[in-house]
């Protein structure tokens, strides 16, 4: 049974840092690419960051050079460590396993003074 269980959201000030964990099990973690979305109140989820297989990875315009998106395949976890965050980083925060289209239930990152 495949599991996403995101973790680490918390409230925050600007400028401020948190590192979101998502612990995944029940399919062979090493195999996938995975990514992290994000959903604010009243707009669309929208796609942040991207880590493949062998390290590749991809972001959003508005989080490069502030988010950082790694991978620990012994532990089965994918981390998004978030820097500098601003009032518009508040959101839920999801994991996904996009070729099975996996999701966890999100974890909040709320930024605020």
């Known amino acids: 049974q495949v599991q996403l269980v995101e973790s680490g959201g918390d409230l925050v000030q600007p400028g401020g840092s948190l590192r979101l964990s998502c612990a995944a099990s029940?399919?062979?973690?090493?195999?996938?690419?995975f990514e992290w979305y994000r959903q604010a109140p009243g707009k669309q989820r929208e796609w942040v960051a991207r880590?493949?297989?062998?390290?590749?990875?991809n972001y959003l315009d508005s989080v490069k050079g502030r988010f950082t998106i790694s991978r620990d395949n012994a532990k089965n976890t994918v981390f998004l460590q978030m820097n500098s965050l601003k009032f518009e980083d508040t959101a839920v925060y999801y994991c996904?396993?996009?070729?099975?289209?996996?999701w966890g239930q999100g974890t909040q990152v709320t930024v605020s003074s």
């Open positions: 996904r396993v996009p070729a099975n289209n996996d």
């Open positions: 880590i493949t297989t062998v390290g590749n990875t």
């Open positions: 029940g399919f062979p973690f090493d195999l996938y690419t």
